[in-house]
């Protein structure tokens, strides 16, 4: 005999969830006795319902199918879903009132799951779309508890869930991730308590999942946070620039001034070291209005082809004076590497910067690597990083040995200002006061930076008691500070 399963024979979801939710808004504005009232009633009635159906269809409509399926005069063509469809509907038609049979077909249609657990929350009831969704049909999941079905924390927070809502003893909305085909979904739930005449209400809920627009809101508030991170690195590019532009006006006049009075000064003149020295730093202070110039994108570069491996190698000498003898280089330079079109300069100051940084972050000894090599970024790898276009690329990398920087200084790490040390190898200065007070209690201490880190102050206000001079000061203020720190009565 050929059988028909009841999944087939019965395309009716449970009424009882329908009803409840068809009531929630109604519930929410009435008072809670009434509302309460009202769920149980509904509630109970469509659960009633359901459960005559699955019980006429095991009793009834089955067998008298499977009866059809034997006859001979039917042929196969004639047992369509379409014909099947419409026998269960008119028999079931005849046996339960249309609205329950509407009901049942809303249920079936619902783009949502629903469930029904009892007083143990063990599942009496899911509708078909959450049987497709998860692979399993009502038997299976019937008298099962959450912990069954989901083994581990999933089950437990779920667990959670529906403790909390009977708790409270009303609806209540709660995100839930739970795996789905082997995949890790979220899902928005309504959960409510359904009361009974026993006093122990069953628990009731609907579930849509979210995932996607979950993922899509995570997607545009990344994408927002990168355009926020773009505008203010714009906004400093053109300050950037504009400070630069105007420094490097002020720098010309410092070093003309300078080279014409060595001109007119002799060999011997006691004065030459001290135009020097000026030109020394009017120098150093040209090269960083550079880099300021390259960061608004405002200074003239000359890139050209070249092969990065030469490049790298013809620096080696001086980055190991930079990083000093303490700290091992090594070089590993990238087999048959691609030509690259760049100016060498800009590689020269980013090697020279990414060096230093890694000198101060390693304390005694160490090792700074600097490799080469050819690499490809695909599509997928393009989706994930918004700043990256497909293609063919040359990587040029920077790795040390040293502490790494915390979650705070990774959220500055493009930024091009910003530094949590008063500059100084090893400690800072405020570190290196405390260990000299704990052999000199009396010692005074004058700060002096061009940047008051948070070691000395928080929100741009100097901690009480801290002494500081902003650079650049003149030797009359220089002078006068330092009188005025010694003057001061040393605290107990």
Not at 17 to 28: D, E, G, I, K, P
Not at 71 to 81: G, N, Q
Not at 109 to 131: I, M, Q, S, T, W
Not at 444 to 449: G, I, Q, V
Request: hydrophobic content about 40%.
């Amino acid at each position: 005999m050929k059988t028909l399963s009841l999944r087939f024979l019965l395309p009716f979801g449970l009424a009882a969830v329908l009803f409840s939710a068809l009531v929630l808004y109604r519930a929410y504005t009435m008072s809670q006795r009434h509302a309460h009232e009202l769920l149980s009633q509904q509630a109970a009635l469509a659960l009633e319902f359901n459960l005559a159906i699955r019980d006429y269809a095991a009793e009834q409509i089955r067998p008298v199918m499977e009866r059809l399926v034997d006859k001979d005069e039917f042929l196969p063509e004639t047992m369509s879903t379409s014909f099947i469809s419409r026998r269960i509907f008119e028999m079931v038609r005849k046996k339960f009132p249309d609205c329950v049979i509407r009901f049942a077909s809303f249920m079936r249609h619902l783009p949502g799951f629903a469930f029904v657990k009892d007083h143990d929350r063990r599942v009496l009831y899911v509708n078909e779309l959450f049987e497709t969704a998860f692979g399993l049909a009502l038997p299976e999941w019937r008298g099962k508890t959450n912990d069954e079905i989901w083994p581990g924390e999933v089950g437990e927070k779920i667990r959670r869930d529906d403790e909390a809502v009977l708790a409270a003893g009303e609806p209540r909305a709660l995100i839930e991730d739970v795996p789905t085909h082997g995949e890790l979904r979220t899902y928005r739930t309504i959960k409510f308590p359904i009361p009974q005449p026993d006093g122990r209400p069953w628990l009731g809920g609907i579930s849509v999942d979210i995932t996607e627009l979950r993922r899509a809101e995570q997607e545009k508030e990344k994408l927002q946070a990168q355009l926020a991170q773009s505008q203010k690195m714009e906004s400093v590019g053109r300050l950037a620039g504009g400070v630069a532009h105007d420094f490097n006006n002020m720098l010309q006049a410092i070093l003309g001034n300078a080279a014409l009075a060595l001109e007119d000064l002799p060999p011997e003149s006691p004065l030459r070291e001290s135009l020097e020295e000026i030109q020394k730093s009017a120098q150093r202070s040209a090269d960083l209005t550079c880099q300021l110039l390259a960061f608004a994108r405002k200074q003239t570069i000359q890139p050209r082809v070249l092969d990065l491996n030469d490049t790298v190698a013809g620096m080696l000498k001086m980055l190991r004076r930079l990083i000093g003898e303490d700290l091992h280089l090594a070089w590993l330079p990238g087999a048959d590497l691609w030509p690259v079109k760049v100016d060498p300069s800009q590689i020269d100051q980013i090697l020279a910067n990414l060096c230093v940084n890694a000198r101060d972050a390693i304390a005694g000894t160490g090792k700074v690597t600097i490799e080469t090599a050819n690499v490809t970024f695909d599509d997928t790898y393009a989706t994930s990083h918004p700043e990256c276009v497909p293609g063919d690329y040359v990587l040029l990398a920077v790795s040390d040995t040293g502490q790494g920087m915390d979650e705070e200084a990774r959220a500055h790490l493009f930024e091009p200002f910003f530094t949590t040390d008063v500059v100084m190898p090893g400690m800072n200065g405020k570190e290196l006061r405390e260990r000299l007070r704990t052999s000199h209690p009396e010692l005074k201490c004058l700060f002096m930076s061009g940047y008051t880190a948070n070691v000395i102050a928080h929100h741009g206000i100097l901690d009480e008691g801290v002494d500081f001079l902003q650079k650049p000061f003149t030797i009359q203020t220089l002078a006068e500070k330092i009188r005025e720190v010694l003057e001061q009565t040393m605290e107990p």
